[in-house]
C-alpha cells in the first residue's frame, strides 16, 4: 500500500490527510508542533504522526502543505531522507519561483510535481479541516519539461481519490490565472476595506454594511503572511492583472461621470454574463 | 387596523408584503403586471391586489418598492388618492435626489419619510420574497428639516415589526455610507469580472475561479438596471469613493512593487481587523 507523508497540518494538509486516510491510504503526518500533531492524531486524520522530518522516509509520496514562503527551505530538509522513485508535492498558490527551484533541488530518482488545489476557508488551522474540502474542485498540477510522466500519473492517482479535477497548466499560465482570480481580487478586496476604513464615518460605514459588502470583501479575512506570500512570489503577475483591473476601473469611473447610461449599463451586463455564466 | 399598501411586489416589496401581513396589517398590493399580482395572492402575500394605483386610497401607509428611477413618477401617480394623514415611504438605495423631489410633492397632510432597507439578493423578483428579508437586518430611514415627528413614529412601528433595526440618517450622509459599502464595491465588483473577461485566457480562468473569486463578484450579478440607477442617482458620493478606493488600491499596488514586505503585511492586518471586527 501507499504510503503517504503530509508535511503541515493546518486546513489544507489536514483536510487532504483526512480524505487520504479515508481512501484507504496510510498517512503519515508531520507538523512543526507537537499539539497540532496529536491533534491530527485524535482526530483521525493520521495513522501515524511527528515533529521530525526524518519520518518521511519511507513515504512513497510527500505532500508540502506549508505556506509558500516555506515550501522550498522544508524540500531541502527533506531531500537527503527521500527514499528512491518518492514524488513530492505541494500546495502552494505560486508556481513558476517553487517549481523551478525545486526541480533543481531534487536528489536523482526522486520527482517533484508541483499542485495548487483550488479551494480554501477563511481560516487556516487544522480545526478548519475536512475531508471533502477538494471534493469536485480544481487540483492544478503543473507540467514543465522536466516533469516525468510517470510520476503525473501515480500522483494523479492520489488526488483523484479526494474527488478533485486536475488540471494540468505550465508554471506561468498557473501564475497568470491565479493571479487574475485570486491574487489581484485579494489586493482589490484589501483595497476596498481599507478605503471605507480611512473614511472619518468609518465606524456608521462598517456597522451599516450589508452581506454585499460582506460578500465582497471576504478574502481580506484571509490570514496577512498568506497574502504577504501570495504578493510576493508571483509579483510580475498580480501587478500585471492590477494593472489590468485599474483600466477596467476607470473605464467604468469615466463613463458613470460623463452619465454615459447605455455604456454604463452595457458595462455591468458584460460582468453578469461573464459571471452567471461561469461554474458555481 | 392600519391598510398598507405596497407599490412593487418584486423582491422587496414582496417580502416586505409576506411580512407585515404575518404581523397581522392589511395589505394591499400594487403590481404592475397582473400576473405578479395574482401570484402574490396566491402565495399569501397581500389581502388584496390590482394593477390600478388608485387602490392605495384607503391605505394609512404607502410603500413604494420599485426601481430607483420610477420611485418619483410613481409617487407622482398616487399623491392624487392619498387619504388625509397617510405616510408614504419608498425603498431606494439613494436619498438624497428622491427625498428632496418626494418632500415637494406631498399634498398637504400627507407625509413622506424616505426609507432604504440594507438587504438584498442577486435575483430580484417575486419569487425570491420571503417574509424574514429585512429580520435583523439594517433599515434606514431619512430625516430632514421636513420630516414630520409623527409620521417618523408611526412608520417605525410598522417596520419593527419585520425584525429591522431602524437607523436614522440625513440623506447627504446616508448616500455617502451606501456609495461605500455598496455602490463603489459593486463597481469594483463589475470591474473584476470585466478585467477576466478581457484576457485572452478568459475562459480558463472563469473555469478555474473557486470560491474567493465567486464571492468578491457576487454583486455583480445583479440586475444591471438597478445598478445603472445606483450610479446615476448617486453620481457624486459614488465618484468620490471609487477615487479614495483608486488611492487605496495605488497605495498597495506601490508596496507590493517596492516589495515592502512590512508595509504590504500592515495593509492586510489592517483590512483582516476591519473586516472581522465589523458585524457579520
Same mark, same amino acid.
Given at each position: 500500500m501507499?504510503?503517504?507523508?503530509?508535511i503541515g497540518l493546518g486546513l489544507i494538509g489536514g483536510s487532504l490527510a483526512l480524505s487520504l486516510r479515508k481512501a484507504g491510504f496510510y498517512v503519515v503526518g508531520i507538523a512543526r508542533r507537537g499539539e497540532t500533531v496529536e491533534k491530527a492524531k485524535n482526530s483521525g486524520a493520521? %495513522?501515524?504522526g511527528s515533529c521530525d522530518i526524518k519520518d518521511i522516509s519511507d513515504a %512513497?509520496?510527500?505532500?508540502i502543505c506549508t505556506p509558500i514562503s516555506l515550501i522550498i527551505p522544508i524540500l531541502?530538509?527533506?531531500t537527503p531522507y527521500l527514499k528512491k522513485g518518492a514524488i513530492v508535492s505541494d500546495v502552494g498558490s505560486t508556481?513558476?519561483?517553487i517549481v523551478s527551484q525545486a526541480e533543481k533541488l531534487m536528489p536523482k530518482g526522486r520527482y517533484f510535481v508541483g499542485g495548487h488545489p483550488m479551494t480554501g476557508k477563511e481560516k487556516v488551522k487544522f480545526e478548519e479541516a475536512e475531508d471533502g474540502l477538494f471534493k469536485d474542485k480544481i487540483w492544478m498540477l503543473i507540467k514543465t519539461s522536466k516533469t516525468r510522466t510517470n510520476a503525473i500519473s501515480r500522483l494523479e492517482n492520489i488526488i483523484l481519490t479526494t474527488g478533485a479535477k486536475i488540471l494540468y497548466l505550465d508554471p506561468k499560465k498557473h501564475d497568470l490565472v491565479v493571479a487574475a482570480i485570486s491574487h489581484m481580487p485579494l489586493a482589490v478586496a484589501v483595497s476596498l476595506i481599507n478605503t471605507v476604513e480611512s473614511q472619518t464615518e468609518k465606524t456608521l460605514m462598517l456597522y451599516c454594511a450589508a452581506s454585499g459588502f460582506r460578500d465582497t470583501t471576504r478574502i481580506a479575512s484571509g490570514d496577512p503572511l498568506l497574502g504577504v506570500d501570495m504578493f510576493m512570489t508571483n509579483?510580475?503577475?498580480v501587478l500585471r492583472m492590477i494593472k489590468a483591473f485599474k483600466v477596467s476601473l476607470a473605464t467604468l469611473e469615466k463613463l458613470i461621470k460623463k452619465e454615459e447610461i447605455d455604456a454604463v449599463k452595457k458595462e455591468l451586463e458584460r460582468a453578469k454574463t461573464a459571471r452567471d455564466g461561469s461554474p458555481s
Open positions: 501507499n504510503k503517504i507523508a503530509i493520521i %495513522d501515524e %512513497d509520496f510527500v505532500f531541502k530538509e527533506t508556481k513558476q519561483e509579483k510580475k503577475a
